[in-house]
């Protein structure tokens, strides 16, 4: 059965009309144009939560990991923690003690790969793979997906509905992968006209972006929840 384009209106020039937003590339939109994540039925937001989710993509690493969690540990904050099956084979004891600590586990996907350039059995194959790992760390099966770089596939987002996952993305982000970024820079974008019900989207590591770019995750993570105590705004988990 045919899927219902979406209808995005926004000016255009002189004039403005309907832009038309094809399904494959709605997927590639999600992350970054509100309407075509609901238009997918991917959260992007914790509607009626009390407070916002933190939530960090790409570990469990040797030293961006233990470092988050001592910060989290010290403010008395649970976050929600996507892993990557490949790092968790090779820590296995790491991605236990994020769930030891109280974090939710979730997955991110076995190796950190663009879901749109992959096949539909390549995909599938991913998802299965990066959650045995996950519950052969953890004893956990994760509930939680978000893919690498936001990007879902059309076979993608069937699969992770199919194994019963919940797609979701961000409504914050620090952009904290960058290379000439600053703790301060991460912190003031992740908190830009924060309100409860926001998920703000960090790294604990480094694998896949610039090197030594969890140290200054760490950095802003502690700058971040200083804005949030400023504001009363506490923290969730996206249950």
Do not use: C, N
Request: aromatic residues 6%; charged residues 25%; hydrophobic residues 40%.
């Amino acid at each position: 059965m045919a899927t219902a384009t979406p209808v995005i209106t926004e000016k255009q020039g002189r004039a403005s009309g309907p832009i038309i937003i094809p399904r494959v590339i709605r997927h590639l939109l999600a992350p970054h144009v509100p309407r075509a994540a609901a238009g997918l039925g991917i959260a992007r937001t914790l509607p009626g939560a009390g407070g916002v989710a933190l939530t960090f993509d790409d570990g469990p690493h040797p030293q961006g990991t233990p470092a988050i969690l001592e910060i989290l540990e010290q403010e008395q904050i649970k976050a929600t923690f996507f892993l990557v099956g490949e790092q968790v084979e090779r820590r296995p004891s790491l991605a236990a003690e994020i769930a030891q600590r109280g974090h939710l586990i979730a997955l991110h996907a076995y190796r950190h790969r663009p879901q749109p350039a992959l096949s539909a059995r390549a995909v599938q194959a991913d998802l299965d793979r990066g959650t045995r790992a996950i519950e052969a760390a953890t004893g956990i099966t994760p509930a939680w997906h978000r893919p690498p770089y936001g990007l879902y596939s059309p076979a993608g987002l069937t699969g992770v509905r199919e194994r019963g996952l919940r797609p979701i993305l961000w409504s914050l982000w620090g952009k904290d992968w960058r290379r000439l970024t600053t703790p301060d820079r991460i912190a003031a974008r992740a908190t830009r006209d924060i309100t409860p019900g926001d998920v703000i989207l960090l790294h604990d590591a480094d694998f896949y972006s610039s090197k030594g770019s969890h140290e200054r995750t760490a950095e802003a993570l502690k700058l971040i929840v200083r804005e949030l105590k400023r504001q009363k705004i506490g923290t969730v988990l996206p249950l």
